[in-house]
């Protein structure tokens, strides 16, 4: 039977002998399992010693403490003040709410495990078994049955025997698994021109007026609220302009320092210089990163940079705002814009090239690429 | 045994022989109960996944009545001053009141939000563990094939439950998603619109990654996590070699008592250590960040860390796009995202069925190898993992950068060569050191062990005494097999000197009275 000792393996044991002990049935049930028993010894070997008795005293203690923490925590969940009313100290009852009841829960969970392991590592009997394991497939007997029966069942159906009802049903099957998933097509929707036009269009969102800039809190925007060497973000000034349904308008307006504006006319692109696209010295990137769509918020004034804190793109705000580190691979689309005769600034229209993550049917222009 | 007449006639008995006239139950309650488990720390690992599992569907059915899944933009009158007249989404105002106005509700997310960090590590551990000790082997490929998938359903079952929160971080890990998800070619602008119910990020897609987070990623997890224990029980438990063992038995304890003891104790054990975590350490702050907003973001925006390595290898991959002008672009996280995502769900599933052949080994395997014996696969492995900690390093290096004040783009350039370099050296030496384990192993069986006693030969040169393991022949040398299992290497392991202290606190190795040490488990059972 077992391959894993030299030993006999053990006799079949008549039930139906009243003289068994109760050890001997409970061994055959091993037998008939394929078990032997290597080693089997209590952990005691007299029972009832002290140190039987003290390792006794200690899971009891466990679970008792158990007992006690969930206690604990129950009575701190009901009782312990919890509500928050603005900052607190550590003198505050309520700064302890959660690490009370974390501290009560885990200490109750912790005290009945280390109970009931110690239950079974120092109580239980030692002991070791070998089971045979018997790997590997079915017996030829089995196997050659089976195919039988399944050759038979194929044969009963006429999988065989009728090719025409075989691939009608095939044929009927498809389209009901289609029809299964077709459902899913809900959710299918035309992107339409969703990632090229942004809020910023005046004929889609403003009756062809000129869209205005505004603030988060809905401000217009005027030259003088941005210092020489500032930056702020704004927004199309129309219906939920500042929200996220209009998730590629925001726009970063900075108003660079005059020799940083020289640069950048010196270097802006021809698309951007046929639209005059710079106001003064302020310029309009849009924020939104053109690697995954990131805001690219952090502008370091040294350096002239713009970096996305998701990927670390940087964006060299003299020159187009064109990559110069990092996985971004396009430039910061310029808003051109000016301002209006009530001296607010407006859009001269909206992006040149859709702003945000590249994607696959993005229209390439080639003026964008090249100055 | 319960329903055998004239032993006992207890309750107990009665009741089992009423089950068993109705359900059969004595012959396959027999057999579960002697089932014999082999025994190594090194197997509970899978466990603390099992354990952190249940933990998240209780801890998340209490998440779930309080939380509403829905874009509707609401103002904040909640508790929170700062946050006081913010206009927000439902699902982010009710994620709010969870942290602040529902009683135990804090305790509850942190507890969810550990649990699954706990979850995803202990998978990783555990898939190490698997792949390492060829543990994958026939005839388990298939189980190994349902970890893999288990361990990208939880991926996206974390990524999806960090998302809901509606949060300025979670809404930037779902930008990139969308990001990502445009950059497929072809389906991509399709897809992306598919996902957020037009443009990101619309009012919609919270309500999808709800249902999906809370019905069918459990639902499925649950079934393949049924199947995954199912099989492991069927096909036996895989064992470490050692004296007695071989590839047509199982050496070990039987699982009623013993196994199912530890395995309570160990779970309880786990829930104590996440309870007591979701009430000491703060997790994902959600009030400190904010509604999410598409013009806001702040550094240090990393996703949980399982996420982390595929953030790292976006943050790394050179800004190499393919254009197709005029129409079509191909854009660089398209490679990191999409394809490096799909091969590290692809080359693990595979893994088995490549090994297999490329190593011609068609046999079953129940013995687990020491991953010195298996220098390949082994260094292979090392190499995997070099890659992922430096993928996850790069998805923080901007808090790396700030905190060791290293140059931004320095880290970048270091993630970008590291990642070319660093595992081909880590192939290398794994592999060089598994040849000298190996070595090692034979020479002590050759040779003997190390005692330590240095003699001095008439010549005057100095030799060091070696114990052999067995009778030498007349040159001194051994024939001993190595047999797959732990060779002794110093002079207490075979039992000629006082054990060496072993023992966090306490010693656990103690030497008998005569001196000579009682506890020999690793010669005697394998055990270690």
């Given amino acids: 039977m077992s391959a894993h000792n030299d030993s006999n393996p053990p006799e079949p044991v008549d039930l139906s002998n009243p003289k068994l002990s109760r050890f001997e049935v409970y061994k055959e049930g091993l037998r008939r399992d394929d078990i032997e028993i290597i080693h089997y010894e209590p952990r005691f070997k007299k029972p009832g010693t002290k140190a039987e008795k003290r390792m006794e005293r200690i899971v009891g203690g466990l679970f008792l403490f158990a007992g006690l923490f969930a206690t604990a925590f129950v009575v701190a969940y009901i009782w312990w003040p919890w509500e928050y009313d603005g900052p607190a100290t550590w003198r505050d009852l309520q700064t302890w709410y959660t690490p009370v009841l974390g501290t009560s829960l885990g200490l109750a969970l912790l005290c009945f495990a280390v109970g009931v392991l110690t239950w079974a590592k120092k109580l239980l009997p030692i002991e070791e078994l070998v089971q045979d394991r018997h790997d590997g497939g079915s017996t030829a007997d089995d196997r050659k049955i089976a195919e039988a029966t399944v050759d038979n069942m194929v044969e009963d159906i006429g999988l065989k025997r009728r090719p025409f009802l075989v691939k009608a049903a095939l044929l009927g099957a498809a389209p009901l698994g289609l029809a299964a998933i077709a459902p899913l097509g809900a959710l299918i929707k035309d992107p339409g021109d969703m990632l090229t036009v942004t809020g910023w269009n005046a004929e889609r969102h403003n009756d062809g007026e000129p869209i205005r800039f505004m603030m988060k809190d809905g401000a217009l925007v005027r030259p003088d609220m941005v210092s020489v060497g500032g930056q702020i973000t704004v927004y199309p000034a129309i219906d939920h302009g500042a929200t996220n349904q209009f998730p ?51 502008y370091e004034q040294q350096s002239q940079r713009l970096l996305c804190p998701c990927h670390q793109s940087q964006f060299n705000v003299v020159d187009n705002a064109a990559p110069v580190f990092g996985p971004a691979t396009r430039h910061l689309p310029m808003l051109p814009f000016t301002v209006d005769e009530e001296g607010f600034f407006i859009a001269k229209s909206d992006f040149l090239v859709p702003p945000g993550p590249a994607f696959w049917n993005r229209p390439s222009l080639p003026e964008e690429d090249e100055k | 045994m319960k329903r055998r007449k004239g032993t006992s006639d207890s309750l107990v008995t009665k009741a089992g022989g009423e089950l068993d006239d109705r359900f059969k139950l004595a012959l396959p309650a027999r057999i579960l109960f002697n089932k014999v488990f082999p025994d190594h720390w090194s197997f509970l690992l899978g466990e603390i996944a099992l354990f952190s599992f249940i933990l998240l569907l209780l801890s998340g059915t ?35 009141d969870l942290s602040f106005e529902v009683r135990g509700g804090l305790f509850m997310r942190q507890m969810h939000h550990w649990s699954t960090l706990l979850f995803m590590a202990s998978i990783l551990i555990h898939m190490l563990r698997i792949f390492f000790t060829g543990a994958f082997r026939a005839p388990r490929e298939t189980n190994w094939m349902i970890g893999i998938v288990l361990f990208w359903l939880g991926f996206f079952e974390g990524f999806f439950g960090y998302s809901l929160p509606d949060d300025g971080l979670s809404g930037t890990g779902l930008r990139i998603m969308e990001g990502m998800t445009e950059s497929i070619p072809f389906i991509g602008p399709w897809a992306s619109a598919a996902l957020f119910g037009g443009q990101f990020p619309g009012t919609s897609v919270i309500s999808m990654l709800y249902i999906i987070h809370v019905f069918v990623f459990p639902l499925l997890i649950l079934a393949l996590i049924t199947v995954h224990i199912g099989l492991v029980f069927a096909q036996k438990h895989t064992q470490w070699p050692g004296p007695g ?102 080359l693990p599933l595979l893994y088995p069925a490549l090994e297999r052949r490329f190593a011609k080994d068609r046999g079953h395997h129940n013995l687990l190898q020491r991953p010195r014996d298996n220098a390949g696969r082994t260094s292979l492995g090392v190499m995997v993992v070099v890659f992922w900690i430096i993928g996850v390093i790069s998805g923080g290096n901007d808090v790396f950068a700030e905190k060791f004040d290293i140059s931004l783009n320095a880290m970048t350039w270091a993630g970008r060569i590291g990642l070319v370099v660093l595992p081909i050296i880590a192939y290398y030496v794994t592999y060089r050191i598994c040849l000298g384990l190996q070595q090692h192993d034979r020479e002590v069986l050759a040779h003997g062990l190390e005692t330590g006693i240095l003699m001095r030969d008439p010549n005057g040169r100095f030799y060091e005494v070696h114990q052999p393991l067995a009778e030498p022949d007349e040159h001194g040398h051994t024939e001993l097999e190595y047999n797959g299992w732990v060779v002794p290497k110093k002079m207490n392991r075979i039992g000629a000197l006082p054990p060496a202290d072993k023992g966090f606190f306490k010693s656990i190795e103690e030497p008998s009275e005569d001196g000579r040490a009682e506890r020999r488990d690793e010669i005697e059972s394998g055990k270690h």
């Fill in chain 1, 248 to 298: 590629t308008s925001p726009v970063l307006l900075i108003h660079l320092r005059d020799a940083d504006a020289e640069v950048l006319r010196g270097n802006l692109y021809p698309m951007y210089q046929d639209v005059d696209a710079l106001w003064g010295n302020f310029v309009a990137y849009s924020k939104i990163c053109t690697h995954v769509g990131c805001p690219t918020s952090l």
């Fill in chain 2, 62 to 96: 209490f998440l779930a009545l309080f939380f509403e899944p829905s874009m509707v933009e609401v103002t904040y009158k909640g508790v929170y001053v700062p946050l006081q007249g913010v206009e927000m989404s439902q699902a982010y105002a009710s994620a709010l």
């Fill in chain 2, 245 to 346: 063992r071989t590839e047509h038995n199982v050496v070990g304890f039987r699982m009623f008592p013993n196994y199912v003891m530890k395995q309570i104790g160990f779970m309880l054990f786990i829930w104590g250590v996440l309870g007591a975590m979701a009430g000491l350490f703060q997790i994902n702050p959600i009030w400190l960040f904010g509604p999410y907003e598409v013009s806001v973001v702040s550094s240090a925006s990393q996703p949980d860390f399982y996420v982390m390595y595929l953030d790292g290898l976006i943050r790394l991959f050179p800004a190499w796009e393919l254009r197709f002008p005029p129409y079509f672009t191909l854009p660089p996280v398209f490679w990191p995202g999409i394809v490096g995502m799909g091969l590290s769900v692809m």
